[in-house]
């Protein structure tokens, strides 16, 4: 081709620097004055989470009152580094993507479990062993990103959705036997925050409307302070800084057998980094290579953990909790999640802010998350459109992983009368879920040849013909990640 010549040869010369020169929305960094308000939307809507975590190992371990503050103080500290950390990628740890990190529900079980029977320090040596197993597998991980399809991804993202609402839903109404389980006056504050979000998603526009989850969080907060729910008294009391400490329980104990649950838990974990990876770049219109994006934010959750174990904690993980959060605002740069990421390290050191955010009902923060999480589910839904589900193969592939998914969900105590090490896998729908998507797409499509199947045209919603899949991962998701994810993970 010859080159280009004369004043239309400079205009092309210039138009394709200025696009080469062109900030993408998950790089662009945002003035102060919107960094600040849009990291505590991020940070309001995930507070609940390092609080819960810390209340459950305290009551469950009976745990002194200095010690639950201390690892609440401990949780936030490491979320926070963790979110800058991912959100930054230094030395390829991190997939420089918007995620908030939070310490994952299923470790936390699994880690109060392992101190039940054993001790706290087999706990914290057992979460040291599960961080350095993530830095020893990972490169065999890495290889097998072709058995996690857009089938896959979608399936476990609706899974995480129904999950967290179940969690959150439950921290709703209560604990049942209790006085205030499933009081209407909780239920009501809930009801009145998801309201004041839709509403506020409705009427406002710019930048306030991108704000809606933390204005509708705040209203809610409001209102269950105008009718005395909200208890201010023991935000002033107390320390003013909070430090956490190394090792708070003596030194680790390494105990493999002991440590087992969460190294399996690990696998689970990664396969679900590698759906929330594909998933928020996808959402941010940002294209990746998986193969070196799912294991930077691989690198980030075992660096993370690693560190909270010597401060205390369970595993920390990249959350699904924001994508939801990125998907409702719109608002892409990873400098906000950097910002959640020093409000995070703030509230850890400055004892009143962790106090003033416990201090918000947990109905209002549960009616928060509620409708975050199903957004994240309409975002299953949204990548399973373009799988072809007239296929045989992809109808029982999607329906084997919901049902054995959502069985331990919706049906608790399902596996109740299986042994205890079972149900650590079993009752983990997300884990089951996952785990089945995998095997059937291997199993229909990689194990064989596999029954014949017509793959024809179908329509789009405008009635024009769509080529149907040739495989699991379904279309091509123009403009998304999608096109580079065909590279690494083949439409199976």
Request: include cysteine.
């Amino acid at each position: 081709m010859l080159p280009c010549t004369g004043e239309s040869g400079v205009a092309a010369r210039e138009n394709g620097m200025s696009q080469a020169n062109e900030i993408h929305p998950v790089d662009e960094r945002l003035p102060l004055s919107k960094l600040i308000p849009f990291g505590l939307q991020h940070v309001l809507v995930m507070a609940a989470s390092p609080i819960t975590s810390a209340f459950l190992v305290s009551k469950a371990l009976n745990l002194s009152s200095a010690l639950t503050i201390q690892l609440i103080s401990a949780t936030f500290l490491v979320c926070g580094i963790g979110s800058l950390v991912q959100s930054f990628g230094p030395w390829k740890i991190g997939a420089r993507l918007p995620f908030i990190m939070v310490p994952g529900g299923a470790p936390i079980v699994l880690f109060v479990t392992i101190a039940q029977q054993r001790d706290l320090p087999t706990a914290a040596g057992a979460v040291i062993l599960t961080a350095l197993f993530y830095f020893l597998v990972l490169p065999v991980f890495a290889r097998c990103l072709k058995y996690f399809p857009r089938i896959v991804i979608g399936t476990m993202l609706l899974l995480v959705a129904v999950n967290l609402i179940k969690v959150y839903g439950s921290i709703i109404v209560g604990k049942p036997g209790t006085a205030d389980f499933a009081a209407p006056a909780n239920i009501g504050f809930a009801m009145a925050t998801i309201g004041f979000t839709v509403v506020f998603a409705r009427v406002l526009s710019g930048m306030a409307g991108q704000l809606s989850v933390l204005l509708g969080l705040l209203a809610g907060a409001v209102l269950a302070a105008a009718f005395g729910a909200m208890d201010f008294t023991g935000v002033a009391s107390g320390p003013l800084v909070s430090v956490p400490s190394f090792f708070p329980f003596g030194q680790p104990v390494f105990d493999i057998v002991a440590a087992v649950p969460l190294l399996l838990f690990s696998i689970i974990s990664m396969a679900e980094a590698t759906g929330q990876t594909v998933a928020v770049a996808e959402v941010v219109g940002k294209a990746i290579d998986p193969r070196d994006a799912v294991t930077r934010t691989i690198r980030g959750d075992a660096l993370m953990s690693l560190l909270g174990a010597t401060l205390g904690t369970s595993l920390i993980i990249t959350s699904g909790e924001n994508i939801g959060i990125v998907r409702a605002t719109g608002i892409r740069s990873r400098y906000v999640t950097a910002a959640a990421g020093v409000i995070l390290v703030l509230v850890a050191l400055f004892a009143p802010l962790g106090r003033l955010a416990n201090a918000i009902p947990s109905a209002v923060v549960g009616g928060t998350a509620m409708i975050v999480f199903a957004i994240i589910g309409t975002m299953g839904v949204d990548m399973l459109r373009s799988v072809d589900l007239r296929r045989h193969s992809n109808l029982f592939i999607l329906a084997s992983g919901l049902t054995l998914g959502l069985l331990p969900i919706v049906v608790p105590g399902l596996y109740s009368k299986f042994p205890a090490n079972a149900q650590i896998l079993l009752g983990n729908g997300l884990a089951m879920g996952v785990i089945t998507t995998i095997v059937m797409n291997i199993l229909f499509h990689h194990i064989g040849s596999g029954p014949a199947e017509a793959s024809a045209a179908r329509p789009d919603a405008l009635g024009n013909p769509v080529a149907g899949s040739t495989g699991g991962a379904g279309g091509s998701g123009a403009a998304t990640v999608a096109a580079a994810a065909s590279r690494a993970m083949p439409h199976s």
